[in-house]
């Protein structure tokens, strides 16, 4: 729907970060648009009241809306920042396992040490989902240990970045070409890599079907996938993180106009915006829609007037991780403390301090609206962070960064306002930061 065929967009800006977008067989092609299933059965969770039997249990992924502070879930198909469907998507808790898979084809071959270097770039990925879900997520991953021979040319799966059905028969003809050495009864996750001579496979879109729509392999429906290409060489390990983010139901943060700035919304601020940011934490909301983070751990606001807290860094466990303010029926303003974590980078474009930013559940996946249209230019999007400082650029750091890197409060008596919320940095102790935030 968003990913026009003739993407010109330069590699910098590579469409590495599709939108995974579930289909079934209702899945109809319009002049080249897929869209999605107008309902998808399996797909909506209800946007209705919140279940008592959800509670608030620590750590558990849910479907349904339980917080005040939580965002209707909008009924479609694709990702959203409500509450995750996890009958389609797959829980980001516990221990996942993925297996990699290795293919070749008839007209495509690897060269010499190409496997072991995939397995040694990857073997990096599984410690960011550690670190970001404070232990809650244990990816483990699996590599095979040989190629696997797809018996076609790889041109047969040209359409496997706009077309679920070729992706999937892509996904199909791979476990099958595994098959024979791999149990699939295993896997939650299977991750198709190429090589780098197979160029039909220029990006790395990631694949969820909905329950009956999947590959079975071993007894086993296999409805998670991600089919990498070779933005991998650009982006390095992380964008296994960004796909299998999309696995897990996260949006993507960047604009699917390819004639906006790409990465207005968030900048380098949460790893579904730009996978090569200094700041590839993902947001406490997107933590707090995984499980990873307690309601206990969100200061909920629903009412006016004022009120202090204290915020302790979103790298690391323990405490409050945000205020989030519900502003409307589906749009929320959160407030956190983005101290340097491990998963940062230290340096000029990591300006340490109190991020806010907005969230809603009006328009889905890289902004894209009801019914699949693209985003205008400007928004708005899934997430969008409150600039300290419109119009005034870090120009020493990335083009996709420089806009919001200094978007924080970094000295006590910094204050945005947005929406009728107005956020202070108050007072700092420590690595935590007290803010006052008013709600008129
Ligand atoms: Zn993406």
Redesign the pocket.
Request: glycine residues 8%.
């Given at each position: 729907m968003s990913e026009p065929a003739n993407d010109r967009r330069s590699r910098r800006r590579m469409w590495?970060?599709?939108?995974v977008r579930v289909r079934t067989a209702l899945a109809v092609v319009v002049a080249g648009v897929l869209l999605a299933p107008a309902v998808p059965a399996t797909a909506a969770s209800p946007a209705g009241a919140p279940s008592a039997a959800g509670g608030s249990a620590v750590g558990a992924a849910r479907s349904t809306l339980v917080s005040p502070c939580q965002l209707p879930t909008p009924a479609t198909g694709w990702q959203h920042e409500g509450p995750t469907n996890y009958a389609t998507w797959l829980p980001p808790s516990g221990t996942v396992r993925g297996i990699v898979l290795f293919v070749d084809f008839t007209n495509a071959a690897p060269v010499a040490g190409e496997l072991a270097g995939r397995t040694s770039m990857f073997s990096a990925a599984p410690n960011v989902f550690t670190q970001a879900s404070y232990g809650a997520l244990n990816l483990q991953l699996t590599f095979d240990t040989a190629w696997r021979h797809i018996l076609q040319p790889h041109g047969n799966f040209a359409g496997y970045k706009s077309s679920f059905t070729t992706q999937r028969s892509y996904v199909a003809a791979a476990v099958a070409a595994a098959n024979a050495a791999i149990d699939f009864s295993s896997y939650q996750i299977v991750y198709v890599v190429p090589p780098k001579s197979a160029t039909t496979f220029d990006i790395s879109p990631?694949w969820v079907a909905a329950p009956g729509g999947g590959v079975t392999a071993d007894g086993v429906e296999l409805r998670h996938a991600v089919t990498f290409g070779q933005d991998v060489d650009y982006w390095g390990y992380k964008i296994l993180n960004?796909?299998t983010?999309?696995l897990f139901g996260l949006p993507?943060l960047y604009s699917y106009n390819n004639a906006d700035s790409i990465h207005r919304a968030v900048g380098g601020w949460d790893l579904?915006g730009l996978i090569s940011a200094s700041a590839p934490d993902l947001f406490a909301w997107h933590k707090w829609k995984a499980g990873w983070l307690t309601d206990s751990q969100i200061d909920c606001r629903t009412t006016t007037g004022s009120a202090s807290t204290v915020l302790t860094p979103l790298g690391a466990a323990g405490g409050t991780k945000a205020v989030v303010v519900h502003t409307g029926g589906n749009t929320a303003v959160v407030v956190e403390n983005r101290q340097v974590s491990t998963l940062d980078v230290a340096s000029g474009c990591f300006q340490a301090g109190v991020l806010v930013y907005r969230v809603t559940t009006a328009v889905f996946?890289g902004g894209a609206w009801p019914g699949g249209n693209v985003p205008p230019i400007g928004g708005p999007f899934p997430v969008e962070v409150v600039d300290r400082t419109p119009g005034l650029d870090v120009t020493t750091c990335s083009a996709d960064e420089k806009a919001l890197v200094n978007a924080t409060l970094t000295t006590i008596g910094h204050t945005v306002t947005y929406g009728g919320v107005t956020v202070q940095l108050t007072n700092t102790l420590g690595n935590d930061r007290e803010v006052s935030v008013t709600v008129v």
């Open positions: 590495t970060s599709l939108s990631a960004h796909e983010g999309h993507d579904m996946s």
